[in-house]
């Protein structure tokens, strides 16, 4: 009931996000959202419930099988035969019956046994599967939630820009109308302010498919338009990266997928091998006549046993379990590559996240030092000792810088949510 309440008030809470455009989204709740919302999460969930039902239908063998029968018969004579078509007993009476009919497996010596083995292996790899499913989706929703923060950071760089370029168009226009400056000067401070619109168009339409893709990782699939929430940078990554191959390989749920895929295929393997063995089940059958032929009687029942003895069949029980044999084999080799595959991707990851942090440290003293040369290079040319041509190679060094450094601070924080993922830790 709790569960359900909280899907129904967060549901509440995206309607009203969407009538007002004013909620501000946390990146937990945004995980919440994609959570409860994705439906590629729906349609692993019910794959895995698809799976469960299978260790149900392998295990109905070793319960008893019950069958309800009628039969209606005339025959032309009283000496009517079957005389061909099967060995069988050729009688044919008069009459109408019903009954029941009762097998039960006593023993097929493991065959039944290793098919529900393998049915709940598979059952537990696709519970696998939808736990990668919800990592996917998690780390999808949170790439996309900082792109969008990247994005709309960039819009604001761009927005001071403009604006600082602006300031500077309307002040060289002022100083040419009385001969203070030239038209060259003029000219420069034009294209300067062309260039700052073109950026601000520019990081505007990124913004709003950033927040498109968001909205589509979340789920959504109406315009949201949330006020989100500031992301700290990322800490020092540490510098054992045995411990994260540990972690990936021991939490990563592709692996354990994989795994349980594995002991199904080799259950399944034994449960074709087991498939030439005797299979021995009990029979019985109860039932009444309501019309007959009088040399019939009104009720009948019987019971026995049936030992089955599969003795040859074109080679097909051989061919089953030697194809399962090497399905199981090469279940090995896929756990075995995924395994290579996830070590060489948390050792990306955690170069690419050393990278960005350094990346992010560097973009930070470069935008310290251009914001000085800006400084500088305004002052001179505010007091005509410099020219509108070292402005303006200032002002964009600046604008490159800023760019550069919130690009790298939002990179850093994807990456190491991509590191965060490729080690199993997305939850």
Same mark, same amino acid.
């Given at each position: 009931?709790?569960?359900?309440?909280?899907?129904?008030?967060?549901?509440?809470?995206?309607?009203?996000?969407?009538?007002?455009?004013?909620?501000?989204?946390?990146? @937990? !709740?945004? =995980?919440?959202?994609?959570?409860?919302? /994705?439906?590629?999460?729906?349609? &692993?969930?019910?794959?895995? %419930? +698809? *799976?469960?039902?299978?260790?149900?239908?392998?295990?109905?063998?070793?319960?008893?099988?019950?069958?309800?029968?009628?039969?209606?018969?005339?025959?032309?004579?009283?000496?009517?035969?079957?005389?061909?078509?099967?060995?069988?007993?050729?009688?044919?009476?008069?009459?109408?019956?019903?009954?029941?009919?009762?097998?039960?497996?006593?023993?097929?010596?493991?065959?039944?046994?290793?098919?529900?083995?393998?049915?709940?292996?598979?059952?537990? @790899? !696709?519970? =696998?599967?939808?736990?990668?499913?919800? /990592?996917?989706?998690?780390?999808? &929703?949170?790439?996309?939630? %900082? +792109? *969008?923060?990247?994005?709309?950071?960039?819009?604001?760089?761009?927005?001071?820009?403009?604006?600082?370029?602006?300031?500077?168009?309307?002040?060289?226009?002022?100083?040419?109308?009385?001969?203070?400056?030239?038209?060259?000067?003029?000219?420069?401070?034009?294209?300067?302010?062309?260039?700052?619109?073109?950026?601000?168009?520019?990081?505007?339409?990124?913004?709003?498919?950033?927040?498109?893709?968001?909205?589509?990782?979340?789920?959504?699939?109406?315009?949201?338009?949330?006020?989100?929430?500031?992301?700290?940078?990322?800490?020092?990554?540490?510098?054992?990266?045995?411990?994260?191959?540990?972690?990936?390989?021991?939490?990563?749920?592709?692996?354990?997928?994989?795994?349980?895929?594995?002991?199904?295929?080799?259950?399944?393997?034994?449960?074709?091998?087991?498939?030439?063995?005797?299979?021995?089940?009990?029979?019985?059958?109860?039932?009444?006549?309501?019309?007959?032929?009088?040399?019939?009687?009104?009720?009948?029942?019987?019971?026995?046993?049936?030992?089955?003895?599969?003795?040859?069949?074109?080679?097909?029980?051989?061919?089953?379990?030697?194809?399962?044999?090497?399905?199981?084999?090469?279940?090995?080799?896929?756990?075995?590559?995924?395994?290579?595959?996830?070590?060489?991707?948390?050792?990306?990851?955690?170069?690419?996240?050393?990278?960005?942090?350094?990346?992010?440290?560097?973009?930070?003293?470069?935008?310290?030092?251009?914001?000085?040369?800006?400084?500088?290079?305004?002052?001179?040319?505010?007091?005509?000792?410099?020219?509108?041509?070292?402005?303006?190679?200032?002002?964009?060094?600046?604008?490159?810088?800023?760019?550069?450094?919130?690009?790298?601070?939002?990179?850093?924080?994807?990456?190491?949510?991509?590191?965060?993922?490729?080690?199993?830790?997305?939850?």
């Amino acid at each position: 009931m709790t569960r359900i309440l909280f899907i129904m008030l967060l549901g509440l809470g995206v309607a009203q996000a969407q009538t007002n455009g004013n909620k501000t989204l946390s990146l @937990a !709740e945004a =995980r919440d959202l994609a959570l409860h919302n /994705h439906p590629q999460i729906s349609a &692993a969930n019910f794959r895995a %419930l +698809a *799976a469960a039902q299978g260790v149900k239908e392998a295990r109905a063998a070793f319960f008893p099988q019950a069958n309800i029968v009628a039969t209606a018969a005339a025959a032309d004579s009283v000496n009517t035969r079957i005389e061909a078509g099967a060995l069988n007993n050729p009688s044919i009476f008069d009459r109408g019956a019903e009954g029941l009919i009762v097998n039960q497996l006593i023993t097929d010596f493991g065959r039944t046994a290793n098919l529900t083995a393998s049915a709940k292996s598979q059952a537990r @790899a !696709e519970e =696998r599967n939808a736990d990668a499913t919800r /990592h996917q989706v998690l780390l999808l &929703a949170e790439v996309d939630y %900082l +792109a *969008a923060l990247q994005a709309r950071s960039l819009v604001q760089v761009a927005r001071q820009t403009l604006d600082t370029r602006e300031l500077l168009y309307r002040q060289v226009t002022a100083l040419a109308s009385n001969q203070l400056r030239s038209d060259l000067d003029v000219s420069f401070a034009s294209v300067a302010l062309e260039e700052g619109r073109l950026l601000m168009e520019k990081t505007d339409n990124d913004a709003q498919a950033a927040d498109a893709m968001l909205e589509a990782a979340l789920g959504l699939r109406e315009p949201a338009h949330f006020q989100l929430e500031e992301q700290s940078p990322p800490d020092n990554v540490s510098t054992n990266i045995s411990d994260l191959f540990w972690q990936a390989l021991s939490r990563r749920p592709e692996l354990q997928s994989l795994r349980n895929q594995k002991e199904s295929a080799q259950r399944l393997a034994l449960s074709q091998r087991d498939a030439r063995l005797p299979t021995v089940a009990a029979v019985g059958t109860v039932g009444n006549s309501y019309a007959h032929d009088k040399r019939l009687p009104d009720n009948y029942g019987a019971a026995g046993m049936t030992l089955t003895i599969p003795i040859f069949a074109g080679g097909l029980y051989t061919a089953r379990q030697n194809a399962a044999e090497l399905r199981a084999h090469a279940a090995e080799e896929n756990l075995r590559a995924e395994e290579d595959e996830i070590t060489r991707d948390v050792r990306l990851a955690w170069l690419n996240l050393n990278n960005a942090i350094q990346r992010l440290r560097t973009t930070e003293q470069l935008l310290k030092h251009a914001t000085k040369a800006w400084q500088l290079a305004d002052a001179r040319y505010r007091v005509g000792t410099s020219s509108i041509v070292e402005l303006s190679q200032a002002q964009l060094a600046l604008t490159s810088a800023k760019i550069s450094q919130t690009t790298a601070r939002y990179d850093a924080l994807i990456q190491r949510a991509n590191l965060n993922y490729q080690t199993g830790g997305s939850e």
